[in-house]
Antibody, heavy 120, light 106 residues
Framework: EVQVVESGGGLVKPGGSLRLSCAASGFTFSSYTMNWVRQTPGKGLEWVSSLSSSTNYIYYADSVKGRFTISRDNANNSLYLQMNSLRVEDTAVYYC?????????????WGQGILVTVSS | DIQMTQSPSTLSASVGDRVTITCRASQSISDWLAWYQQRPGKAPKLLIYKASILESGVPSRFSGSGSGTEFTLAISGLQPDDFATYYCQQYNSYATFGQGTKVEIK
C-alpha cells in the first residue's frame, strides 16, 4: 500500500525541541520531493517546508525559517522535521505530504497527521 | 506573499445540488492552482491540479476552471460523501492555501 506515516509528535514546552519522522512505503521514496504541511483550527493549512528528492532544493516558510530543519534518508524511506525553539503558535497537526511530480505542488499523498502541542 | 481567498466560507446544500466555490488569488498565478477535499479528522485529498485537471480516481462530477486570479470548483450532483471542507492552493510561489469552504447539509 502506498502510504506515509508520521510519528514523533507530542507535548513540548515553549523553547523546546521535537523531531518528527515520516515513514514512506509502497512507492520509490527517493524519486519524490517531500513536504511538511501543518494545520491549525485558527490558521488553516500552512505549508512548512519542502525537500527535493536529491536534497538539492530546500525551502522553508518564513514562519519557521531558522528554527526548523527538514531532512531525509532515502535509504530508509524516511523524512524528518527537526523543530527547535518551538513557540505556542507552532501547535498544529503536522502532515507529511508527497509532491505529485517535480519540485512543486500539488500534494497527492498525505499522512494521517501528527499532533504537536507547544504549551507550558 | 500570495494570498488566497475562498468564498463562501460555508455553503449549505442538498444531495443532488450543483455547487460552486470560488478562489481568488492576490496576484496572477496562471493556472498553478489545486483543489483539495478534507473530511473531519482526515488528511486533505487532492481533487484537481493545474486549475482544471482531475486527479486520477476523482469522480467526474468535480470540475475546476479559471486562470490568472479567479478560479472555481464545481460539484455537479452533490453526493453524501461530498459534504466536507474544500481548500484551494496556489503553487505559483511555492504554496499557499485558501481558508477553506465547508459544504454542509441543508
Amino acid at each position: 500500500e502506498v502510504q506515509v506515516v508520521e510519528s514523533g509528535g507530542g507535548l513540548v514546552k515553549p523553547g523546546g525541541s521535537l523531531r518528527l519522522s515520516c515513514a514512506a512505503s509502497g512507492f520509490t521514496f527517493s524519486s519524490y520531493t517531500m513536504n511538511w504541511v501543518r494545520q491549525t483550527p485558527g490558521k488553516g493549512l500552512e505549508w512548512v517546508s519542502s525537500l527535493s528528492s536529491s536534497t538539492n532544493y530546500i525551502y522553508y516558510a518564513d514562519s519557521v525559517k531558522g528554527r526548523f530543519t527538514i531532512s531525509r534518508d532515502n535509504a530508509n524511506n524516511s523524512l524528518y522535521l527537526q523543530m527547535n525553539s518551538l513557540r505556542v503558535e507552532d501547535t498544529a497537526v503536522y502532515y507529511c505530504a508527497r509532491v505529485r511530480g517535480g519540485l512543486r505542488p500539488p500534494f497527492d499523498l498525505w499522512g494521517q497527521g501528527i499532533l504537536v502541542t507547544v504549551s507550558s | 506573499d500570495i494570498q488566497m481567498t475562498q468564498s463562501p466560507s460555508t455553503l449549505s446544500a442538498s444531495v443532488g445540488d450543483r455547487v460552486t466555490i470560488t478562489c481568488r488569488a492576490s496576484q496572477s498565478i496562471s493556472d498553478w492552482l489545486a483543489w483539495y477535499q478534507q473530511r473531519p479528522g482526515k488528511a486533505p485529498k487532492l481533487l484537481i491540479y493545474k486549475a482544471s485537471i482531475l486527479e486520477s480516481g476523482v469522480p467526474s462530477r468535480f470540475s475546476g476552471s479559471g486562470s490568472g486570479t479567479e478560479f472555481t470548483l464545481a460539484i455537479s450532483g452533490l453526493q453524501p460523501d461530498d459534504f466536507a471542507t474544500y481548500y484551494c492552493q496556489q503553487y505559483n510561489s511555492y504554496a499557499t492555501f485558501g481558508q477553506g469552504t465547508k459544504v454542509e447539509i441543508k
